[in-house]
């Protein structure tokens, strides 16, 4: 294969049966652009905000005990659906085969925290499970459904009656 500019383009010529086949630089640029296109969407990203109320996991001694959110990425789920509350302080082996990776967050009454995330390209679960002193008569996971190359803006509230997802 030789290389040759004509003016402010570069010609490639190639040799085949007799023929000469002469393909620009810019239709190549295109040519490649394009095959690009065609790949898959990029993963989802989550941005996760989770805010705590007064009374959202109260301590023996008064007061309320900080509460740790693991934000979980699944392949489904079912699994957490399913699960309980000491179960999923080990996500890792409660929802085998669907678990992806989990993040950590932890919130005081009062406070709010935040994390950024990429989700992982085979998910299409973030499950958020809050690891109350005392999960009983509590609502302590909630999930949402994502897909590649979509944006997420979750927003997690502690309180007295558990965890829920909502704008407030």
């Known amino acids: 294969m030789s290389r040759a500019t004509m003016g402010d383009r570069s010609m490639i010529d190639q040799q085949r049966g007799g023929e000469r086949l002469h393909l620009s630089r810019r239709w ?3 040519g490649a652009g394009a095959l690009a296109a065609c790949g898959a969407e990029p993963p989802a990203r989550a941005s996760v905000t989770v805010s705590g109320r007064p009374g959202m ?12 959110v693991s934000i979980i990425e ?7 659906d399913a ?34 995330l990429i989700v992982n390209e085979d998910a299409t679960v973030l499950g ?18 994502v897909a590649r190359g ?19």
């Open 28 to 30: 190549l640029v295109l």
């Open 57 to 68: 996991n109260p301590a023996p001694g008064g007061g309320d005990a900080p509460v740790t």
């Open 74 to 80: 699944l392949r489904r789920g079912d699994a957490f």
């Open 83 to 116: 699960a309980n509350a000491l179960t999923l302080r080990n996500p890792e082996a409660a929802l085998a085969p669907d678990y992806l990776g989990r993040t950590l967050v932890t919130v005081v009454a009062g406070g709010t925290a935040s994390r950024e």
């Open 128 to 145: 958020l499970f809050a690891d109350f002193q005392n999960p009983t008569l509590r609502a302590f996971r909630a999930s949402i459904g």
């Open 150 to 168: 979509q944006r997420y803006a979750v927003r997690a509230i502690l309180g007295p009656d558990g965890l829920r997802l909502g704008s407030g």
